[in-house]
């Protein structure tokens, strides 16, 4: 059963298109992974969904149309993003940060649960609950964040490079966490370079290469792929076959 | 959790309830001198509370001295036209701040910090032209006063200006409880993440800046019939502007408490070196300058925080040590969460 069907979706910033015509599905209580290098458009189509810019194309999000919802209710409708780069509220403390994470109408009645929850997922931040979030290591930064989107009851959590900037140790642990999130019945979508770590929690992926989707197959398909190593490397032949020559003609 | 939040209510509730007894009771019985002091704090009061909540939602002003103007006018003009007294004009004064603050919002839009600053000083300077330009309506550069028989005794005038001031002190006080305080907060600290988490920045701004105007324009209508006189340069002077951030910068920035503190610290050091310094020329600005400067070099958090510092290495001092009155207080942190 579908829960996200993005149909050809196109996004950008101002006169530059960042994502042109993608379309990718997520079922409930799938985890499926985004992956791609650096400017493949990962975060862009991350920013369309959840509203911070503008974007045409088909989007219906349990049956409704996404693209209809001003951003800050598409929260309430049960989409929530775990931002890149975390942007925890660096002056609030751990516990207020959580529950601005749940600020919606319909999230604030399961407010007491979902901390319970939490905590229990992250007991760290039982420890730091009183502490300033920006003194906070990034990993733990990581584990506020995700736990600040948990808190919105969503239905789909969308993760954006959770592994950002974090030393390896950690990275092992923030997905020891998400796979925990995955046992239950949200539905993840996932955006990631760390196409390693990503495949391992994911049941299905999609491969952005320059704005387009370039392949799609299951997890274990797509580790043993060889496309998506170029879609990493060889962005230029990919482009090239794509039709697009400027990067080419800017070599000669 | 509930017992605390309880507590840090009650002790916020009572500070503002003492603050109140102590600025509105003696401006029955006190002799002119100490009712001007009173009155300068209330009116300071008003314009530190107004600020640190457009601060406290990451919205630098520069534009006080707007909000403070059309205050002044609304007050002034519908009492000479109409004879009203000065409770009464209070209200269209108040509404035209908020409606002030509601149209600044809609014009800035998302603008945010320099930006957002700079649009407010055009604002306040846009409006002082425009009031110097309007002679028929404000009286222009001549200046209009305020109808003597109108003008109350001085103990009003400062019982109704501690009121109003207390009762500015009492709502920010109540709105650090609310979600909207939190919302405002998360506003400061990142917008997108804020607006991801389904809260509307817009909404939350416009309502911010009409709370913060109107109290503004409060204060500004106040110290109009303080005056009884009006003129551009007075009612939209800069000083309003640069007098409403001192207040909190050096009381401590982003709390109720810290705009309190540097509202009475700062009409202390005025007074203090007026009184010690008066008798050269200059020399008083000087020393009040150089205090200022210190304060606030030595002092980023404020005076507040300073507190704020001192009582927790008291509390960690008592904790170290291991009296038995620091055990019980972790206890209760233990079985809060649960």
């Known amino acids: 059963m579908t829960l996200l069907s993005v149909r050809n979706l196109t996004a950008g910033y101002g006169d530059v298109i960042a994502v042109r015509d993608i379309s990718f599905e997520v079922g409930k209580g799938e985890v499926v992974c985004l992956i791609g290098a650096n400017g493949a458009g990962k975060t862009t189509t991350m920013a369309a969904l959840s509203g911070l810019i503008k974007a045409t194309g088909a989007v219906t999000f349990d049956g409704e149309d996404l693209l209809k919802i001003p951003s800050h209710q598409r929260v309430a409708s049960g989409i929530s993003l775990c931002p890149e780069g975390r942007k925890v509220f660096p002056s609030l403390t751990v516990e207020e940060n959580l529950y601005l994470g749940s600020f919606n109408p319909n999230a604030r009645r399961y407010r007491a649960r979902k901390l319970d929850e939490v905590y229990e997922l992250f007991p760290i931040l039982v420890e730091r609950r009183r502490q300033q979030a920006g003194l906070m290591s990034g990993g733990e930064q990581q584990m506020l964040a995700l736990g600040r989107a948990l808190m919105a009851s969503p239905k789909l959590l969308m993760l954006d490079e959770p592994s950002m900037g974090l030393a390896p140790r950690i990275v092992m642990s923030v997905y020891d966490a998400i796979q925990r999130v995955a046992k239950s019945d949200i539905s993840i979508l996932l955006v990631e370079q760390n196409t390693v770590a990503a495949l391992e929690v994911s049941s299905r992926g999609y491969v952005l290469a320059a704005g387009q989707i370039v392949q799609e197959d299951t997890a274990e398909g797509l580790r043993a792929s060889t496309k998506m190593q170029d879609a990493f490397i060889g962005i230029a032949d990919l482009l090239e076959k794509a039709g697009g020559a400027h990067v080419a003609s800017s070599e000669s | ?338």
């Open chain 2, 1 to 338: 959790m509930k017992a605390r939040f309880r507590a840090a209510l009650t002790i916020g509730n009572v500070s503002v309830f003492l603050l109140g007894l102590i600025l509105i009771v003696p401006t029955l019985y006190v002799p002119p001198v100490w009712n001007d002091w009173i009155f300068r704090i209330s009116m300071l009061l008003l314009l530190s509370v107004s600020w640190n909540l457009m601060a406290s939602t990451g919205l630098i002003s520069l534009g006080h001295a707007g909000f403070w103007g059309v205050g002044t006018y609304a007050a002034l003009l519908c009492g000479n036209k109409y004879g009203l007294p000065l409770i009464v004009v209070l209200i269209p004064a108040t509404l035209c701040g908020a409606l002030l603050g509601v149209l600044l919002a809609v014009a800035t839009g998302r603008l945010r910090g320099v930006y957002f600053a700079i649009c407010t000083l055009a604002m306040a300077e846009g409006l002082r032209v425009s009031a110097l330009m309007l002679p028929k309506i404000t009286g222009g550069a001549a200046g209009i006063f305020l109808r003597p028989e109108l003008r109350p005794s001085l103990n009003v005038l400062c019982f109704i200006a501690t009121c109003v001031a207390t009762l500015s002190v009492a709502i920010a006080q109540y709105l650090t409880h609310t979600p909207f305080y939190y919302a405002c907060r998360a506003i400061r600290n990142h917008e997108t993440a804020a607006q991801m988490l389904g809260i509307d920045p817009r909404r939350y701004r416009m309502v911010v800046l009409a709370l913060s105007g109107a109290m503004t324009s409060a204060g500004g209508g106040i110290g109009a019939w303080y005056g009884g006189y009006l003129d551009p340069m007075v009612a939209f002077s800069f000083m309003i502007t640069v007098q409403s951030q001192i207040a909190p910068i050096l009381g401590g920035m982003y709390s109720v408490a810290g705009a309190v503190l540097g509202s009475g610290v700062i009409i202390a050091l005025q007074e203090a070196t007026r009184i010690w310094f008066g008798d050269q020329e200059g020399v008083s600005q000087l020393v009040f300058g150089c205090i200022l400067v210190f304060g606030i070099l030595f002092m980023p958090q404020g005076v507040y925080g300073l507190i704020l510092r001192a009582w927790k290495n008291i509390d960690e001092n008592r904790q170290m040590r291991g009296s038995p009155k620091a055990a019980p207080a972790q206890n209760m942190n233990a079985g809060e969460r649960k």
